[in-house]
Structures are given as C-alpha cells and as structure tokens.
RNA sequence: UGUCCCAUUGUGUAAUGGUAGCACAGCAGAUUUUGGUUCUGUCAGUCUAGGUUCGAAUCCUAGUGGGACAA
C-alpha cells in the first residue's frame, strides 16, 4: 500500500471479495516526513491511515539500504554508461514483488496484491501478464520482468477496472480525498522530479568525471556544446539549446568520445534492435521470425516487428521505422493483450 | 587598395514603402508509476548615424561588420 488511491481500491476489493487482508507499506527512500510526528513519511501514515480505517493489520518495512542497492545504483550506473535506465522495471521483481512474498511467508498469506494495472493469464502451465482493461493505465510494460513463481502467487485486483471506476469507488467507500489525489508518481525517489540534479549531486565529482563535450550532426561536424553525456537521453529534444530552424534530437550517445549525435525526426527512427535478459512469461520461447507488437516505451502502442531468438538474446527487426529506439529501456513483447516475454535494449546497431 | 553582395528577436529566415510573421532554441504549464516524446501558452528583433516620404525593415548617403571577386 502506498498511500495512493489504486493500492487502497485494490486493499478495499480484496476485503470485499473476503480475503483476510494485511497491508504491507515500503520506505525506500528518504522521502519528507509528516510534519506534525516527524516520525513517518507522509505517504506511510497516509496508507496505514487507509489501513485503519478498513480495519485491516499493516506493516511498514524499511527498505532503504535494498533500494539504494539495486535501484539506485542501477540507476546511477546506467546513466554513467551512457544508457537509460527504468528504475520501476528494476524494483518490481528485486524490490516489491521479492520483499512482498518474503512478507507473505513470515506472515503466513498464501498470495500478495498490488495495485498496478495488469492482469494475469495462465495456459499450458505458464503464467503471464494481460494488458489492463483501462488501455490509457496499463502498466505491464513495468511488470514484464517478474518470473513464474511470483506471477503464481499474485492478485491485480484493479486490473480489470478503468481509473474512473477505481475513483468511483474509492467515492462511493468514503476516500473521497483519495480519489483527488493527482496521478503524477515520476521517479519516486527523485523528489523534485530532476534526475539531472539528482545525478550531479550523488555521483562525486561528477564534473571531473563527466566533461562537457561536442554535439555533433551525422557527419561529424560539431553543431554545440553538451553538459556531460549523462545528462541526455536518446530521443530528448528539449534543453539541447541547438537551433537548426528544424527540431534536433538525440540520435546517440557516445561515452567513449564523449560525443552526442543530433538529428532530426526522421533519422531518430530504427528498424533493428538486440534485447538482452529476456524474460519468457507466455511462450518458454520463441520461433524464428514470429511477428508480434513490441513496446519499446510505456506511452507507445507497440510496432509490429518480427523476432529471432539468437542465443540468450533477441534480434527485433521493426516492420517500419520505430521511433527513438534507447539502449537499456525495456523491450516488451506482445500477443494481443498477453505478454509473450520482454527484454532490455542493448544495441540498436546491426552485429554478428 | 578597387568593384560587387549582405546585415531583421539567442539562431535560421519572411514581409507590392504603410508600421514585423514563421521555425528552432529559451521559459512556463498540461500529460505521465522510468527517461524521452507530444500538446498548449509565452518572452524576445529590423547594425549605427543622417536623409527622402504623410509614412521605411523595405529608397538614398556615410559609417561599422561579414562575404565574393580583383595583382
């Protein structure tokens, strides 16, 4: 429980459906505290405060050192390497869904829940992800990780509803203030939503490491000056403070020169990309050629493409163009509303 | 040194002599369980000095700066 209006409508279902329910809330980061107890962060009191009032036992588990170790890290790590990361894609499996079954044994529940809007199937054996009922909300390209065993024990109660049934219900149970909570999460240990900043101060001696250095168009010819290459993403157009009389974006970025390639829109587009860490969820694997809709970011409907299994990684080949293809985003793979598996980004250039 | 061309917001450009528009960049907001994208709004300009004209970015003169030719 987070304090926020899906996981207390997913505690609320739960109860309603007659399960005995125990609310489980992280603290994994350094997040303000309520100014009235300086005791606990405000999101805490507000989920064991939703607890209470459904009559239903919470815990709060300090999480901060595993974050800061896989999370964290990770995330520092990849922008460091010139790649993006995706933190949630991380902390589903190593930090909710690990923690939230290691809380159901000690406490003896034979299934955990969260609030993410997913759904799950099962056939031949296998677990598997479902797109959402609300397309606008769902979120399985941010579960797409999870494995087998976690999938088998897991409940998305508000997987099938739309945000406004879930506000609706949250009215209607007597959360109103709930219900007009804004939606906006961002990265959740970044309070101020500058993961620029935040990169500049927890990485030490981040000017020394990470120089200024050249933007440069497709032949080379250096057009700018960048602020470090951690401070770019491929596909970013605003804060480059290049004018071309045309929108320039981040076509690449090059950690070894310490270049970043601009362009325009339509060279931003990629038809090739190898995943790596793949995660079969529907299908234990995959054939030569299968065509499937591929996710390459959350607010994307998915491109058609063809996939080839090579070894432990997957070669992706885009039937048209895909836009901003972004080394270490996810890839997630589609059969209809079933996840088939999902992978990271490694390359988008072709290899042996 | 001689001739010619050019000079508009931070950048690139538009405007039969009638009082300046567009794009990009910047800034702000919207959207969002990653980053990016996208959308909306907004700031900002006629090189300088004279002159012609009811009126000039637009015409004339000089200056300044840049470019192209030329021994």
């Not at 199937?121 to 598997?128: C, D, L, S, V």
């Not at 101020?192 to 101060?201: A, Q, S």
Request: contains cysteine; hydrophobic residues 35%.
């Amino acid at each position: 429980m987070s304090g926020g209006i899906d996981s207390s409508v997913a505690a609320i279902l739960l109860k309603d459906a007659g399960w005995e329910v125990i609310g489980i809330t992280y603290r994994i980061y350094d997040n303000p505290l309520d100014s009235d107890t300086e005791e606990e962060t405000v999101a805490i009191k507000e989920a064991r405060e939703v607890a209470e009032r459904l009559h239903i036992e919470h815990h709060t588990l300090d999480l901060r050192r595993e974050f800061r170790e896989t999370v964290i890290d990770y995330f520092i790590r990849e922008y460091s390497e010139g790649r993006t990361p995706n933190p949630c894609v991380v902390c589903n499996p190593a930090i909710k869904w690990t923690y939230l079954l290691e809380a159901a044994d000690t406490l003896n529940c034979t299934r955990i829940a969260t609030g993410h809007y997913a759904r799950i199937g099962k056939e031949n054996g296998r677990y598997f992800l479902k797109k959402a009922e609300d397309p606008l909300k769902d979120q399985t390209y941010f579960l797409w990780k999870l494995s087998q065993e976690q999938l088998a024990r897991t409940l998305f109660p508000i997987g099938g509803l739309t945000k406004e049934e879930i506000r609706n219900i949250a009215r209607s149970k007597g959360f109103a203030r709930l219900s007009k909570k804004s939606e906006s999460q961002e990265i959740c240990f970044i309070p101020d939503n500058n993961y620029r900043k935040f990169l500049t101060d927890e990485i030490p001696d981040f000017e020394k490491i990470f120089k200024p250095g050249d933007f440069v168009d497709n032949r080379g010819k250096v057009i700018g000056a960048h602020k470090g290459f951690p401070n770019y993403t491929i596909g970013q157009r605003k804060g480059l403070g290049v004018a071309a009389g045309y929108p320039l974006y981040v076509l690449s970025i090059d950690p070894q020169s310490n270049k970043i390639i601009l362009g325009s829109k339509e060279e931003l587009g990629g038809s090739l990309l190898y995943a790596t860490d793949i995660n079969y969820m529907k299908r234990q694997t995959l054939c030569d050629g299968e065509n499937l809709s591929v996710k390459i970011r959350y607010r994307n409907t998915g491109y058609d493409a063809s996939v080839y299994p090579e070894g432990h990684r997957l070669r992706i080949e885009f039937r048209g163009k895909a836009d901003a293809i972004t080394p270490g985003q996810s890839c997630v793979l589609y059969e209809g509303e079933d996840v088939v598996a999902g992978g990271i980004i490694h390359s988008v250039r072709p290899e042996k």
